[in-house]
């Protein structure tokens, strides 16, 4: 018996000005089929600047753990970077436009010496040093350039999302500004709190976990019913857990958010990277259960760095987006800005939580 068919515009329940067209027949319309991208499994290439030994080929590094000895992750400068701080002046454009200087910081974090591992082929232990390097980078940064408003730790692997590099490796770019993403997210889930008096990120995780309503009976008047949903939840740990978002852009978007309320991502504690870290290893796997050796995009929110930040502790909540790239673009969603997901984001995260982890 197939699947019923789902067509409908589902609002951003945090940035409502955001929709996505869920379209689960447009799924089988016809397509040419492509063969998948072979990954470069190997462990060491003899040319890969990244990979232990070439260390001569990249700029000199910033940072690396373990501090000493043979090292497990190191961070360099970019050598071709978005944005640096060599103060390149800026044109002068007339009437409305308006130009900012394309200041900033670009590292490149070389997060495992093996040229191709997987993310989820990676240690609880190693991803917990990893999301400690990012923790303890940003906090450097911050403290050494008061010019930096935003910090974005993204990670881009494979072809279709943009990697260049086969070796894994994260990227980290400090900003002057705050991304209209992370301006939409911060803005409008304080306006939700202030109508609310709650943080919109916890109120969705509690709707994923347990959902509460109200019914009238004749005899016994009104009657509140609170039952297990369960159905966004894609993997959950102590003090982590991974859900597919109601109005999901990717159709294998999810999303890994910490249980208790916390605004910025500085504030985790190792202990509590190191949830995360089991909660990601685990989630990678199901994806690569399901869609096979997936390219995507993962990137880090978290509160900007601002003077009144404190007004957002309340409101925003740090997350990690996961996003698969199992489809490009059309022009329909580049015109519109309206997102078409040819998967319910109810069956995509079924399907995820049948996977069987290895313990």
């Known amino acids: 018996m197939s699947a019923a068919i789902i067509r409908e515009i589902r609002i951003d329940p945090v940035v409502p000005t955001q929709s996505v067209l869920i379209s689960t027949a447009r799924g089988n319309r016809p397509r040419r089929d492509e063969q998948p991208v072979a990954r470069d499994m190997r462990g060491s ?29 190191r961070v360099v400068k970019n050598p071709y970077p978005v944005l640096a701080d060599d103060f390149l002046p800026t044109g002068l454009p007339a009437g409305i436009q308006q130009v900012i200087e394309g200041y900033g910081h670009h590292e490149v974090i070389i997060d495992h010496p093996n040229h191709g591992i997987a993310l989820h082929q990676f240690t609880e232990r190693h991803l ?59 803005e409008s889930s304080r306006e939700y709190y202030r109508r609310h008096h709650a ?14 309503t109200t019914s009238f009976d004749r005899r016994a008047g009104e009657r509140r019913l609170e039952y297990e949903t369960g159905r966004y939840i894609v993997d959950r740990g102590e003090k982590f857990v991974a859900v597919k978002p109601f109005a999901s852009r990717y159709e294998w978007e999810v999303h890994i958010l910490p249980v208790r309320h916390q605004s910025n991502f500085l504030a985790a504690t190792d202990d509590e990277l190191a949830d995360l870290a089991r909660v990601l290893r685990r989630t990678m796997t199901r994806l690569n259960g399901v869609v096979g050796d997936v390219q995507y995009n993962y990137f880090l929110h978290t509160v900007p760095h601002l003077k009144n930040s404190g007004d957002f502790a309340d409101s925003f909540h740090w997350h990690l987006e ?14 519109s800005g309206l997102f078409v997901n ?13 996977i069987v982890i290895p313990e």
């Open 45 to 73: 290439v003899e040319t890969c600047p990244f990979c232990r030994g070439n260390e001569h080929l990249t700029p000199p590094v910033n940072m690396q753990a373990p501090a000493a000895g043979e090292w497990a992750i």
């Open 128 to 186: 917990t040093t990893l999301f400690g390097v990012y923790r303890d980078r940003m906090r450097y940064l911050y403290d050494a350039d008061p010019r930096i408003r935003y910090i974005l730790v993204f990670k881009n692997f494979g072809k279709a999302a943009g990697g260049s590099m086969a070796h894994t490796h994260s990227q980290l770019i400090a900003m002057p500004i705050v991304p209209h993403n992370v301006h939409d997210e911060v």
């Open 199 to 212: 943080c919109v990120f916890c109120t969705l995780m509690d709707e994923a976990m347990t959902m509460t």
């Open 322 to 335: 996961i996003c698969p790239r199992t489809s490009i673009p059309s022009g329909f969603e580049l015109g």
């Open 342 to 354: 040819t998967i319910s984001p109810e069956d995509a995260a079924a399907r995820l939580r049948q």
